[in-house]
T-cell receptor, first 115, second 112 residues
Framework: NAGVMQNPRHLVRRRGQEARLRCSPMKGHSHVYWYRQLPEEGLKFMVYLQKENIIDESGMPKERFSAEFPKEGPSILRIQQVVRGDSAAYFC?????????????FGEGSRLTVL | GQQVMQIPQYQHVQEGEDFTTYCNSSTTLSNIQWYKQRPGGHPVFLIQLVKSGEVKKQKRLTFQFGEAKKNSSLHITATQTTDVGTYFCAGDYGGSQGNLIFGKGTKLSVKP
């Protein structure tokens, strides 16, 4: 049973370009979460999605960031017009139910570097 | 807002020494989870604590949840080099959002 799959693992972008990060949850999981981690920092919640719905986006910056989890295909975290401060590791996690009833399974992360 | 404080930020120990990391919330938690992240890796679930005063053990690891469900601790007895990594607590405040609030983590280094 494949775990949470994230790609790309590493992404380099120049300022002003767009970054698209993809996440395929574990089989049977319908809850997807995106977290951002700066070097030597903790995990900061960004957004929680279920299929075709954004449940909680309270951690998402108001501009340039968007996320979706379509009926078919992976969840996408999109960052438009990237800036140096967007450089971070972006982790996707999935769960079968809400985390209050079980663990989050994390992917390997996508490490974004903005030049 | 909801915030989970974790201390210490760093801990350096000699192999064989014990290690403890503490987590504290200003408001009552529904439950708390602990994760370990190896250097360059991703967080891996260790345990979930739900009940007030709960204590759970996993070999050399002991997890506690406070009576008021506002604090938690992870204690490792006789550390080994394989324990190296960052340990995160993650608090769930309940509600419909279902997202976890992570502490900043305690980075453990073990000197052989």
């Amino acid at each position: 049973n494949a775990g949470v799959m994230q790609n790309p693992r590493h992404l380099v972008r120049r300022r002003g370009q767009e970054a698209r990060l993809r996440c395929s949850p574990m089989k049977g999981h319908s809850h997807v979460y995106w977290y951002r981690q700066l070097p030597e920092e903790g995990l900061k919640f960004m957004v929680y999605l279920q299929k075709e719905n954004i449940i909680d986006e309270s951690g998402m910056p108001k501009e340039r960031f968007s996320a979706e989890f379509p009926k078919e295909g992976p969840s996408i975290l999109r960052i438009q017009q990237v800036v140096r401060g967007d450089s971070a590791a972006y982790f996707c996690a999935s769960s079968q139910w809400q985390p209050s009833t079980g663990e989050l399974f994390f992917g390997e992360g996508s490490r974004l570097t903005v030049l | 807002g909801q915030q989970v404080m974790q201390i210490p930020q760093y801990q350096h120990v000699q192999e064989g020494e014990d290690f403890t990391t503490y987590c504290n919330s200003s408001t009552t938690l529904s439950n708390i989870q602990w994760y370990k992240q190896r250097p360059g890796g991703h967080p891996v679930f260790l345990i979930q604590l739900v009940k007030s005063g709960e204590v759970k053990k996993q070999k050399r690891l002991t997890f506690q949840f406070g009576e008021a469900k506002k604090n938690s601790s992870l204690h490792i007895t006789a550390t080994q080099t394989t324990d190296v990594g960052t340990y995160f607590c993650a608090g769930d405040y309940g509600g419909s959002q279902g997202n976890l609030i992570f502490g900043k983590g305690t980075k453990l280094s073990v000197k052989p």
